[in-house]
């Protein structure tokens, strides 16, 4: 138990599990990498959320999952259950606004309930689970092409989910995936990633209702997605990469004209994303809107480009050999802007990484030997998507799937959205959001 | 005459604004005809009323569209009504429009209509002193109190019509409810000031609420016009170049905050202020 408080207040939560009867808290420090530290429980646990607010969202869905009872906890409400009664707690004399779950742009549903004043929102509460499908249950006895299936609609992002499920179980078999396929991986991941922050700051210049630049960079991505179908076969990079290598090998002709294609576009989009974020009126709208600070982010557990436009300098490619030398884009100040900022800088700098991969790519096969999977044996990954870090962790039997645990970098980031809208005006709750622009379905699984 | 003109012309100018923009951002667009479609169609739909409202959700888009229609019938560009203090007359029957679909909003009981009626009471608020202080400057530099005896733009008044036209742009785009002060085309509910009054009207109810839209930003062009010097060239010109320039707003415009409203609003009102100080003082450049 010290241990686990000692290691909570040094590093950041990144799943916690519960196989009867144990708990197992993976948490990640700096000097020492992502530790395993076990907890026994039967019925009750002590909960930590008060002092380590990041553990507040794991331990409901734990107690919702496996009615194992967090001790103390601050808040226990249901997380995805809509059976159970979910009391709001409001603000005695201020005015409540309900928002959602259905909105009226095609986006996904959840609920946001405010206590405004005025036009100042002074607090705001975050329901969702309304997209709970039980992905991990379903997984539980599938074959890993039907584990993969599941695990590509997920969340939003179909390639890093793939890719962090596939490596869980070559870490679990001890599978070595040749050089050629662990390249061609990044590239389609690199590749999701540009198209993902390309949707983010379109939908952030939407959002302000500066059309313009919102369809010249909605109009990049569309043609990334392009390329990554002339890739892939999909334009979402779906059934690219399986356990042991990918699906896909493309030849040189392929290679040369992706190699083109991308370098106008990363061009193009440049260009656009440096004018358009220099735009005063653009930085009128974007400074100081949706504050959270470096000791939040922290305290929240925050991943991926919400973290580091916080000043958390976290990014898990820093220890992919790959891409050596890897330096994380970090802006300070944690508001609309810096997270703009780091969205389109990481962008520049998926171009030149996208540039690096194809011009190295290394000739030889796309999928490791067969061989004969182990009867049991279980394995971890964790993988930067766009959003942040995603983790699997799986047990398999054979060649199925006995037990799987998933966490979407969107499950850590969303409290972090009740934070930054505090004191921020109503109209601009929308583009706070969007700033975020995190995965519903992903929280929910 | 001016007001059927205007009743006709008003889907071609939203339809075409959009066209316009469409263009500017490197998309095809729609059918600058679109928005005469758009009206057959709804007009042509069911409608469904909120169980908690009274008949005013009704009859609001209806006494829009009518505030709109009675406010045309007094612009003289074409042979018209006209008497001393008319243009007061018609920048009330505008705002009854507005105070008929802010009630019908409250009707409602939704979060949102509430949300949109006092945002839109806050924007009229603060576009209402520029309109009627540019009118009446340039009605006392005309020594005119009718639209149709205002004297025409000239080195006479350059001073105070400039001053007069500025604060009747900047009312323009508050009343239509235009980029930078709200955006026409957003989905986002809590930034919404005009359509979050018409989310829950639907059908023949919504067709009335956008041809009064429409109809309302040709009467503020309308006065803008009438300002002008080309005679019956003026409407057409003004036509053309607040065509123009709404669609390049509305492309490499950003949105304002809301909240900086009363700051764009205020250079609306200074504008009206000197203006009139103007002609009291009898400046002359």
């Known amino acids: 138990m010290d241990a686990l408080i000692e290691a909570l207040s040094q590093g950041r939560l990144v799943a916690l599990d519960y196989q009867a009867p144990t708990l197992r808290y993976f948490v990640e420090r700096a000097e020492k990498g992502l530790e395993v530290l076990e907890l026994e429980a039967t019925t009750t646990f002590p909960s930590l959320a008060r002092d380590f607010p990041a553990l507040d969202w794991f331990e409901r869905a734990l107690w919702e999952a496996h009615g194992l009872h967090p001790e103390g906890h601050p808040a226990l409400k249901p997380l995805r259950d809509h059976q159970k009664p979910y009391p709001f707690d409001p603000i005695e004399g201020l005015h409540e606004v309900p928002v959602g779950p259905v909105h009226a742009g095609i986006i996904e549903p959840g609920h946001f309930r405010f206590s405004v004043l005025g036009e100042q929102i002074l607090h705001m509460e975050v329901r969702l689970g309304y997209q709970h499908r039980g992905l991990e249950a379903q997984m539980q006895g599938q074959g890993l092409a039907q584990a993969l299936l599941l695990a590509e609609r997920a969340g939003g992002e179909s390639v890093a989910h793939a890719l962090a499920l596939a490596q869980a179980v070559e870490a679990a078999w001890g599978v070595a995936v040749p050089p050629r396929a662990q390249v061609l991986r990044r590239v389609v991941l690199e590749l999701e990633r540009i198209f993902g922050h390309l949707g983010h700051l379109a939908g952030l210049f939407t959002d302000i209702g500066y059309a313009y630049a919102a369809t010249q960079v909605g109009k990049v991505r569309a043609l990334l997605q392009g390329q990554l179908e002339r890739l892939t076969g999909h334009r979402y990079g779906r059934n690219a990469i399986g356990p042991g290598g990918v699906y896909f090998d493309p030849d040189r002709g392929t290679q040369d004209e992706l190699q083109d294609a991308l370098h106008d576009l990363g061009r193009e989009v440049g260009a656009h994303l440096q004018a358009a974020l220099k735009h005063p009126m653009v930085l009128d709208r974007m400074r100081y809107v949706g504050p959270v600070s470096e000791a939040q982010a922290r305290l929240l557990g925050l991943v991926g480009p919400a973290a580091r436009a916080s000043g958390i300098a976290r990014d898990l490619r820093q220890e992919d050999p790959l891409y050596q030398p890897f330096s994380p884009v970090v802006r300070s100040g944690g508001d609309v802007l810096a997270r703009a900022q780091v969205y389109s800088e990481e962008v520049r700098q998926s171009f030149a990484y996208l540039e690096r991969f194809l011009a190295e790519l290394p000739s030889g096969p796309v999928w490791a030997k067969e061989a004969a999977p182990p009867p049991a044996a279980e394995g971890y990954s964790r993988v930067e998507a766009g959003r942040g870090e995603v983790f699997y962790w799986v047990r398999l039997e054979g060649a199925r799937v006995a037990r799987a645990r998933l966490v979407d970098p969107s499950f850590k980031n969303w409290r972090a959205l009740e934070i930054a809208v505090r004191g921020m005006g109503l109209p601009d709750f929308p583009l706070i959001n969007k700033s975020f622009d995190l995965s519903y379905a992903g929280c929910d699984l | ?285």
């Open chain 2, 1 to 285: 005459m001016t007001a059927l003109l205007f009743l006709l012309i008003a889907p071609l100018f939203t339809g075409s604004l959009k066209w316009l923009k469409a263009r500017l951002q490197n998309r095809l667009g729609p059918d600058p005809l679109y928005d005469y479609r758009n009206l057959y169609k709804l007009w042509h739909k069911a409608w469904i009323r909120p169980s908690p409202s009274s008949p005013i959700f009704v009859w609001a888009p209806v006494m829009a569209l009518l505030g709109a229609f009675l406010a045309a019938l007094f612009l003289p560009l074409l042979p018209g009504f006209s008497f001393a203090g008319d243009f007061l007359v018609l920048a009330y029957l505008l705002n009854l429009g507005r105070f008929f679909q802010v009630l019908a909003a409250l009707d409602t009981g939704s979060a949102f209509g509430g949300q949109g009626s006092y945002r839109e009471s806050l924007v009229a608020v603060l576009a209402e002193p520029g309109t009627l202080l540019a009118l009446g400057a340039a009605a006392l530099a005309s020594s005119q109190l009718s639209l149709a005896g205002l004297a025409p733009l000239s080195a006479e008044n350059l001073l105070v019509y400039t001053l007069a036209l500025v604060a009747l742009a900047l009312a323009l785009v508050a009343e239509g409810a235009r980029m930078p002060v709200d955006d026409p085309t957003t989905h986002l509910e809590l930034t919404m000031i005009h359509e979050a009054q018409l989310l829950d009207h639907s059908g023949p109810l919504l067709a009335l609420y956008e041809l009064a839209a429409g109809l309302k930003m040709l009467v503020y062009l309308g006065l803008i016009a009438l300002l002008m010097p080309l005679g019956a060239w003026s409407f057409p010109l003004v036509l053309l170049l607040g065509w123009l320039a709404l669609g390049y707003l509305e492309t490499y415009g950003v949105k304002l905050r809301y909240l900086r409203l009363p700051d764009l609003m205020s250079y609306s009102t200074l504008s009206g202020v000197l203006a009139v100080l103007g002609v009291v003082l009898r400046f002359r450049i």
